[in-house]
């Protein structure tokens, strides 16, 4: 947890509070999808808002397709 915290205080300094993501998608990609978007979008924050890497929390927010609706029509009868 020591390791954590001096990570977060070192994003601060160097540009404010830790900056986190949150992606929402359907489930089904593999690990290796995930790893890689993980990979991008980490380095696309560190790049933007120079921040450390360590510094960068994404979370992957997985849903069935039943659990949403686009247009009042469920995610799984859509074409």
Not at 17 to 42: A, N
Not at 64 to 79: D, F, I, K, M
């Amino acid at each position: 947890m020591t390791r954590l915290a001096g990570n977060a205080s070192r994003a601060r300094r160097r540009g404010g509070p830790v900056p986190g993501v949150r992606i929402e998608m359907f489930s089904g990609r593999t690990m290796t999808q995930k790893r890689e978007l993980v990979r991008r979008v980490t380095d696309a924050v560190v790049e933007a808002l120079g921040v450390d890497k360590e510094g960068v929390r994404v979370k992957i927010i997985e849903e069935e397709r039943h659990h949403v609706a686009h247009g009042g029509v469920l995610g799984s009868e859509l074409p």
